[in-house]
Nanobody, 128 residues
Framework: QVQLVESGGGLVQAGDSLRLSCAASGRTSSIYAMGWFRQAPGKEREFVAAISWGAGFTIYAESVEGRFTISTDTAKNTLYLQMGSLEPEDTAVYYC?????????????????????WGQGTQVTVSS
């Protein structure tokens, strides 16, 4: 089992930056990719970004490309999401997720169903 705990959310103004963290514990050796997803009120959960664990391959949703950066510190078993130029449309609960499939090592998935473990989420609110 893998446990994930997000932190770093908060209330910011449009144009600000924010960094989210996701600490992984437990059987972290089984992780091959990690991702960030978000869910705004009344909307479905959507993909934000993903990264292969250790190999460093990254993918992003078009809506955040160029503004957000996903990264990992494997020594600390921590996933990050650096968010810049935040917009009110980025307001959501942000979730991190871990994928234990070896096939994801070089191709991190976009689909939420591909992920096996989820954190509880952290709220990000961007005011205009």
């Amino acid at each position: 089992q893998v446990q994930l705990v997000e932190s770093g959310g908060g209330l910011v103004q449009a144009g600000d930056s924010l960094r989210l963290s996701c600490a992984a514990s437990g059987r972290t050796s089984s992780i091959y990719a990690m991702g960030w997803f978000r869910q705004a009120p009344g909307k479905e959960r959507e993909f934000v970004a993903a990264i292969s664990w250790g190999a460093g391959f990254t993918i992003y949703a078009e809506s955040v490309e160029g503004r957000f950066t996903i990264s990992t510190d494997t020594a600390k078993n921590t996933l990050y999401l650096q968010m810049g130029s935040l917009e009110p449309e980025d307001t959501a609960v942000y979730y991190c997720a871990a994928d234990r499939s070896p096939s994801s090592r070089y191709r991190p998935p976009r689909l939420s169903v591909s992920y096996n473990y989820w954190g509880q989420g952290t709220q990000v609110t961007v005011s205009s």
